[in-house]
């Protein structure tokens, strides 16, 4: 691809980072593309290995979904899951997989939430080369989550971070739907999309807002899994969705 993977751009070494309006762009190409994968099908597919290194950047910037040599079909009809030997990218992969070898495409939503932190923070999801409590994402972000104030620590120094801070903070909220322990009450890709689509369309007015309070306070609707109900694909996104998403830190990553 003309303009390589994102994880090229998104290295310290890279001399093209990424603006953040490209990267609120091609996290929704992916989140598209991980959408036709799991619903739009005839069959489901699990893309197993979702990481920055497989998207890639087409010459207008777009992000297309790359290398499906580890994707596997999802499961048959009547099944919950497919069981399958654990490999991948170690900072990436969901908790449930690796310590069950049971696979779902609710794995490559764990996949897609540790990606959006790798577009806030600029960083790897494991890092050998950082200071020891700095190395795994994941670990080092959650103390940041809880305060407004804190949380623009995380954000990558190559942005302007006081004209995204709001965005960003939408971004997490995202990310930690899909980071929640129990992969059932992980949203859909479908019902992602719908949220990374009102983050895009909101993000030139965002920064006219107040910033949130907090992103780990942050709750889902009451129509989302929080209860388990229902949601089809066609139905609208709540547009305060991002003010009234409370999950239980417990239950997050």
Request: aromatic share 8%; hydrophobic share 35%.
């Amino acid at each position: 691809m003309p303009n390589r993977s994102v994880e090229h751009h998104l290295s310290p070494r890279s001399e093209t980072p990424l603006p953040w309006s490209r990267r609120l762009k091609i996290a929704q190409d992916a989140a598209r593309g991980l959408t036709y994968l799991h619903e739009e099908m005839d069959f489901q597919i699990i893309f197993r290995d979702f990481k920055s290194s497989n998207i890639l950047l087409d010459e207008h910037w777009n992000a297309k979904l790359s290398d499906f040599g580890l994707a596997r079909l999802g499961p048959a009809e009547g099944l919950t899951h497919v069981s399958i030997a654990v490999v991948g990218t170690m900072g990436y992969a969901a908790p449930e997989y690796i310590q069950t070898g049971r696979l779902t495409s609710k794995s490559d939503v764990w996949s897609y939430g540790v990606f959006l932190y790798e577009l806030i923070t600029g960083r790897r999801p494991l890092d050998r080369n950082r200071p020891k409590g700095e190395q795994k994402l994941l670990d080092w972000i959650r103390p940041y989550l809880s305060d407004g104030k804190k949380f623009q620590i995380i954000l990558d120094p190559r942005l302007e971070r006081k004209h995204i801070f709001k965005s960003a903070q939408r971004l997490a909220v995202i990310a930690n739907r899909c980071l929640v322990r129990n992969p059932k009450n992980r949203p859909k890709m479908s019902e992602v999309l719908e949220m990374m689509d009102q983050v895009v369309k909101s993000s030139v007015s965002a920064n006219q807002q107040p910033p949130l309070r907090s992103v780990a306070s942050a709750e889902a609707s009451p129509d989302t899994d929080i209860k388990n109900k229902k949601r089809t694909i066609d139905s609208k996104p709540d547009c305060n969705w991002f003010r009234i998403w409370r999950p239980k830190l417990l239950r997050t990553f």
